[in-house]
């Protein structure tokens, strides 16, 4: 068991910063609905303490841009969106993703799966 929890920590690892960006592709989000909407992908085991450190460290390298913003309900939210810089890496990682994926697929016999 600790072997595929292992696997799957390398996976999220390489692929959830990635995750974070597409979700923020079309419309701005706050932190508590990616962590959520995340949350929701049992895969992923994402939670606060993996999220809001992977948001601050995208927005530093210029991936994400956020702006504060009232909420109609508590406190005002830190809504984050995509810069430039960040759809230019999201477009290559869906790109080399693809490749990726193909070749493993073709690799471990699982090319035929949907």
Do not use: N
Request: hydrophobic share 35%.
């Amino acid at each position: 068991m600790a072997e595929g929890a292992q696997l799957a920590s390398g996976l999220r690892r390489g692929t959830l910063e990635f995750c974070v960006l597409a979700m923020v592709e079309f419309e701005d989000r706050y932190g508590t609905e990616i962590v959520r909407r995340l949350a929701e992908e049992r895969t992923l085991a994402a939670t606060e303490g993996t999220i809001y450190p992977l948001l601050s460290r995208l927005r530093r390298g210029g991936l994400l841009d956020s702006k504060w913003a009232e909420s109609p309900s508590g406190p005002p939210r830190r809504y984050y969106s995509l810069t430039p810089s960040g759809r230019s890496a999201l477009e290559h990682f869906r790109t080399e993703w693809v490749s990726f994926r193909q070749t493993v697929d073709r690799l471990v016999g699982t090319g035929g799966i949907a």
